[in-house]
């Protein structure tokens, strides 16, 4: 089977046209499905890597971080353990990643001590990359480490469903394009030729994709939230829409019209589903990019109140405090720490541990006036 696969590098450039064909466009266009037209704004920033040659006896502990986090083992074997989760045994090939970030550790045995990633000496070998080499005279493993932000908040309600923790399995995995793309970045952290780091991020881009993806692929059984409304041909339309243009003047009539409902119908069928009304998940989502704005972007209150469609500032902190509690002015003093990553939410019950994990290779199952506040 592996002679009938793509190489490496027509995978990685085929997959590399596809996500950038859904990131470039008309920014007003809707014919693609809806959950194209969120995860076409997925834009990852801020990579940092790291290559890690660790030798037993040996173990690293990740600190707690907002960032998105992959694991890549491509030789020997190791353990991952997380809070609350019992220790996964890794093998060369496999792939873990944290889409939420979180404190985490790795280790030769599953209860072995371990060391904060801080105290270990590194050696940059470029921007925001480095190389560790860290351990005993034991076997060797070999680990590349990327840490991803996401600079677009379009994909936060969907990151909120996801699990803590995703593992791949490669030696059953059942998508027959990420074996090409983690070999061909296994290759580029065994050569360390140069340009590797760069080209290592790109592949961890097009890797983070497909995992995501697949999830939502494996959860097309839900039957109500945030998924199942995206993947409703006319709801999906509509929440694609309310996501593109958030400063829209969306109604219930207008969104109804996007969505090919009539109104009544439309306001039922998206409460239904949502558990909240359109109005309210539409403002609650206009909140959240402002808090983005305001604390990340340190964009003037003006600014965002003209980004979100409000006729003035002072209605814009009004419906700003009403849901957050806070004026905007106060706003960037009373967050730490990334809590406003928490004001928006989605209806979502938590699966249970067994759950959250991808086992055998396939991903498991672990919201103005009127319209416009």
Not at 117 to 128: A, H, K, V, W, Y
Not at 194 to 208: C, E, F, H, K, S
Not at 322 to 337: A, D, K
Request: net charge positive; with cysteine.
């Amino acid at each position: 089977m592996r002679e009938l696969l793509r190489t490496p590098a027509q995978c990685f450039h085929d997959s590399l046209s596809e996500m950038l064909s859904r990131s470039s466009g008309n920014a007003e266009a809707l014919d693609l499905d809806p959950l194209s037209e969120i995860l076409r704004d997925f834009r990852p920033s801020g990579v940092s890597y790291g290559h890690c040659r660790l030798t037993k006896p040996w173990g690293v502990d990740f600190p707690e971080e907002t960032s998105a986090r992959l694991h890549f083992l491509v030789a020997g074997e190791c353990w991952f353990r997380k809070e609350k989760y019992e220790p996964m045994r890794l093998r060369a090939g496999d792939v873990v990643l944290l889409p939420k970030g979180g404190a985490h550790a790795m280790a030769d045995t599953p209860l072995g001590r371990t060391r904060p990633l801080s105290s270990f000496p590194r050696q940059e070998i470029g921007d925001r990359t480095y190389r560790m080499a860290v351990g005993g005279s034991g076997s060797e493993t070999l680990l590349a480490c990327c840490s991803v932000d996401f600079d677009q908040p379009a994909l936060n309600p969907l990151l909120e469903l996801m699990p803590a923790v995703l593992l791949v399995c490669k030696a059953t995995l059942d998508d027959t394009t990420l074996p090409p793309l983690l070999d061909a970045m296994a290759e580029e952290v065994m050569n360390q030729r140069i340009g590797g780091a760069t080209v290592l991020a790109r592949l961890a881009d097009v890797v983070i994709v497909r995992l995501i993806r697949h999830w939502v692929e494996e959860r097309c059984g839900d039957t109500s939230g945030w998924l199942a409304a995206i993947r409703d041909p006319q709801l999906g339309r509509a929440l694609a829409a309310m996501h593109r243009r958030p400063g829209h003047p969306w109604s219930i009539d207008t969104l109804g019209e996007v969505a090919g409902l009539s109104r009544s119908l439309f306001a039922e069928r998206f409460a239904a589903l949502m558990g909240t009304p359109p109005s309210q998940y539409l403002a609650k989502w206009r909140m959240h990019l402002a808090s983005v704005w305001l604390r990340r972007d340190r964009l003037s209150i003006s600014e965002v109140a003209r980004r979100l469609g409000y006729q003035s500032e002072p209605a814009f902190s009004r419906a700003f405090k009403r849901l957050l509690g806070v004026p905007p002015s106060l706003f960037r003093q009373v967050t730490r720490n990334g809590s406003s990553e928490r004001i928006f939410t989605t209806k979502q019950t938590p699966p249970p541990a067994s759950q959250r994990f991808i086992e055998h290779g396939r991903l498991r199952r672990p919201r103005t006036q009127r319209a416009q506040s």
